[in-house]
């Protein structure tokens, strides 16, 4: 049995950025590794967001809590600082925002063809470390996809259809509602526990540990009397 870790997330969230990282960090050191399946999931931070606008980041974190730019220019810094200390790059200025819902989208397209992970690493590089604007740019989005390893004709294809994949979208919305995730990056494993956050790589390290122990039940094995097994079958003792 394998432990399924689900990841909600939305590509304009720095501290999924963080997050990816560091639970990342704490799944190489662990010992079963290759029995873990990690699939990342849809959230919208904000669905209002017109899909053909975009706009400064720093001026839009301002607007939305209530603060000078000069300190929403220092939150992003503080950001930077925990991205670099974890390997990150980071530009703490001159990044935008927009609609990311074509991104989730191609990221359930990418579920399909086996290289998600592939494609978030790619837009998460793309919005949080490189200076060209990522969103209300369809053509942005084909060059980062197929940088990636996707077919460019099947990427446009997606783009191309606003129906294509959308369902698939919402519905991971609509669940991330049932499971009580008011923000991202939110962490589920095998559905038996939630991590909210982008927390320490050590607190990722703990919850897998209780998933793989928690995966199927620990029978105590009582006796030692003669078994068969793959190598034959224990010799009675002799007098």
């Not at 432990?3 to 560091?22: A, H, M, S």
């Not at 849809?42 to 053909?52: H, K, N, Y």
């Not at 509602?177 to 982008?198: E, H």
């Amino acid at each position: 049995m394998t432990v399924r870790v689900e990841i909600w997330t939305d590509i304009n969230c720095p501290f999924c950025y963080l997050g990816k990282q560091r639970f990342e960090q704490a799944l190489a050191d662990f010992p079963h590794r290759a029995e873990v399946e990690v699939v990342h999931r849809s959230f919208e931070l904000d669905p209002t967001l017109p899909a053909d606008e975009s706009g400064p980041v720093i001026a839009k974190i301002a607007r939305k809590y209530g603060i000078s730019e000069a300190q929403a220019a220092a939150n992003e810094r503080g950001i930077g600082a925990q991205a670099a200390a974890i390997g990150l790059p980071y530009l703490t200025e001159g990044r935008d925002y927009g609609n990311s819902f074509d991104m989730h989208r191609l990221l359930h397209f990418a579920l399909a063809e086996g290289k998600q992970d592939e494609l978030l690493d790619a837009l998460y590089r793309a919005n949080f470390a490189e200076e060209q604007s990522l969103f209300a740019d369809h053509e942005r989005l084909v060059r980062i996809a197929v940088a990636a390893g996707f077919d460019e004709s099947a990427v446009r294809a997606v783009l191309a259809d606003p129906h294509a994949y959308a369902d698939a979208v919402r519905a991971d919305e609509r669940e991330a509602a049932q499971l009580g995730a008011t923000g991202v990056p939110f962490f589920v494993f095998d559905r038996k526990y939630g991590v909210s956050g982008a927390q320490p790589s050590e607190m990722f390290t703990q919850v897998l540990d209780k998933a793989w122990a928690d995966r199927e039940p620990v029978i105590a094995t009582i006796g030692g009397a003669e078994v068969c097994g793959p190598d034959g079958c224990a010799l009675p003792a002799r007098d």
